[in-house]
């Protein structure tokens, strides 16, 4: 394959990237890649990505090839590296992707670099993660709508990704309203307008009948989201309940929503 030269933008992400504090490589695992690579340390930071950063800097410099640069991210990235961490592996190549695509290149299934169609813009880079994580985070998605499920992202399960999101809204619910209850009852109890017209929980000022209408409607909803999406989850095994990536993305998207809109609910009661 042909290896270009990396801007200075690229290797920058790309460091930062596989330096990443939290999920990059630790310190004693660089050094044995540089060494694996026959790149020689020549420069001192305790930095983890400055550190990646320099020293890919300098062998780039000094060959005027990225060949190093995509041996280093081959031996990063090699899943046989991760089999006890496979979710530092997914992480690496979610973000690597985007990254590559700008350099007209990306991550197998092998986890080696390949020569790809260049993206054309930022957005397109983007769009060639290959995550649901990803794609989520993409759409902006509400953080609370990933917080109780990204264990289960990372593997791309689907079908737990779903289940531990609802669940997540419940949890939710009983921590704005102090009650014990679930489903249907939970919802009601907190935006159920009954006989007065004054919900626990109001999404507006429920000054007209089109208000009262997005209360009613929006009760309907998480009422018929537990009952989908909750409810047969807990009680179906997983075989029987197949969940395609396309699904789970609309269905937590409309979690997203619903996080959204108890961003801005009043307590009225």
């Not at 961490?85 to 690597?96: G, S």
């Not at 409810?231 to 095994?237: G, I, R, V």
């Amino acid at each position: 394959m042909t290896v270009p030269t990396f801007e200075s933008g690229s290797l920058t992400s790309i460091a930062k990237i596989l330096g990443d504090t939290d999920d990059g490589l630790r310190g004693d695992e660089i050094g044995q890649l540089l060494a694996e690579c026959r790149i020689e340390e020549l420069t001192n930071t305790s930095t983890k990505w400055r550190r990646i950063f320099n020293e890919l800097a300098e062998v780039q410099n000094k060959t005027q090839s990225g060949a190093h640069i995509v041996g280093f991210i081959n031996k990063a990235v090699n899943p046989a590296r991760h089999m006890t961490n496979p979710a530092r592996y997914r992480f690496f190549v979610d973000k690597l992707v985007p990254v590559l695509s700008l350099s007209g290149l990306t991550l197998n299934g092998a986890g080696k670099i390949a020569n790809a169609t260049r993206a054309a813009s930022l957005n397109d880079a983007l769009a060639r993660a290959t995550s649901l994580k990803s794609e989520l985070e993409r759409r902006q998605a509400h953080p609370a709508a990933l917080a109780s499920c990204r264990t289960e992202l990372v593997v791309d399960n689907y079908y737990h990704a779903v289940f531990e999101a609802m669940k997540g809204i419940g949890d939710r619910l009983r921590d704005m309203s102090g009650f014990a209850t679930d489903g249907a009852e939970l919802v009601q109890s907190m935006f159920g307008l009954g006989s007065t017209n004054t919900p626990m929980f109001a999404l507006n000022s429920l000054a007209n009948d089109s208000f009262l209408s997005e209360q009613k409607g929006f009760a309907n909803l998480v009422v018929g989201m537990f009952g989908m999406f909750r409810n047969p989850l807990a009680h179906e095994p997983r075989l029987s309940w197949p969940m395609t990536e396309g699904d789970a993305l609309d269905m937590m998207s409309t979690m997203s929503l619903v996080h959204r809109k108890l961003d801005r609910a009043e307590r009225k009661r």
